[in-house]
Nanobody
């Protein structure tokens, strides 16, 4: 199984970025997907998740209204559109795949597979 995250970069506060995660080696349509992030010295935290069908989404309070997650089961991709970025959004962003639950999980330990991470840096 491989999850390949891309799309990170450096952006000014108020700007936008779109992260993408391409999956291979798994039946993608059976998996709930999520984006987590980890800042230096901090634990990995849940950002947003989407269920296996793409019909249900969930966001952390800190990004709700600014970020949008989407899943394309035909292309085996999950995207995270990030708008109105803030310096506190600076972190390495990881995509994760979880196939054992009927609902979106917010604990990192529930996720079976992880991408390599992509750096997002927001300058003030």
């Amino acid at each position: 199984v491989q999850l390949q995250a891309s799309g990170g970069g450096l952006v000014q506060a108020g700007g936008s970025l779109k992260l993408s995660c391409a999956a291979s080696g798994l039946t993608f349509s059976n998996y709930n997907m999520a984006w987590f992030r980890q800042a230096p010295g901090k634990e990995r935290e849940f950002v947003s998740g989407i269920n296996w069908s793409g019909g249900n989404t969930y966001y952390s309070g800190s990004v709700k209204g600014r970020f949008t997650i989407s899943k394309d089961n035909a292309k085996n991709t999950v995207d995270l559109q990030m708008n109105n970025l803030k310096p506190e959004d600076t972190a390495v962003y990881y995509c994760g795949a979880e196939g054992a639950s009927a609902s979106i999980q917010v604990q990192a330990k529930r996720y079976e597979y992880w991408g390599q991470g992509t750096q997002v840096t927001v300058s003030s």
